[in-house]
Nanobody, 114 residues
Framework: VQLQASGGGLVQTGGSLRLSCVAS????????MGWHRQAPGKQRELVAS???????VYADFVKGRFTISIDNAKNTVYLQMNSLKPEDTAVYYC?????????WGKGTQVTVSS
């Protein structure tokens, strides 16, 4: 599976960004898609995940601010990020798999200025 993410950029505190990730290749093997992030000097951490049936999981630090969604027809997962904070600055990685992260895309940089 190949994953192509887009939508990162520079935004001010309180702003919004929408990340997109399109899957291609062996998409029949995908039931799970998600986003992780990695800030400088920190470990990669889960942000949010979703299954094709719409079951979602969110990290506590994004609940109420971020929304993950999936378009099964387009094999695309979205991450709507609102009320962004400087601590959200990180490289965001899209991932996909059958029951968890298996394939990873190249990251997209999100920078939130204070």
């Amino acid at each position: 599976v190949q994953l192509q993410a887009s939508g990162g950029g520079l935004v001010q505190t309180g702003g919004s960004l929408r990340l997109s990730c399109v899957a291609s290749g062996s998409i029949f093997s995908i039931n799970y898609m998600g986003w992780h992030r990695q800030a400088p000097g920190k470990q990669r951490e889960l942000v949010a995940s979703i299954t094709r049936s719409g079951n979602t999981v969110y990290a506590d630090f994004v609940k109420g601010r971020f929304t993950i969604s999936i378009d099964n027809a387009k094999n695309t997962v979205y991450l709507q990020m609102n009320s962004l904070k400087p601590e959200d600055t990180a490289v965001y990685y899209c991932n996909a798999g059958l029951m968890g992260p298996r394939d990873w895309g190249k990251g997209t940089q999100v920078t939130v200025s204070s």
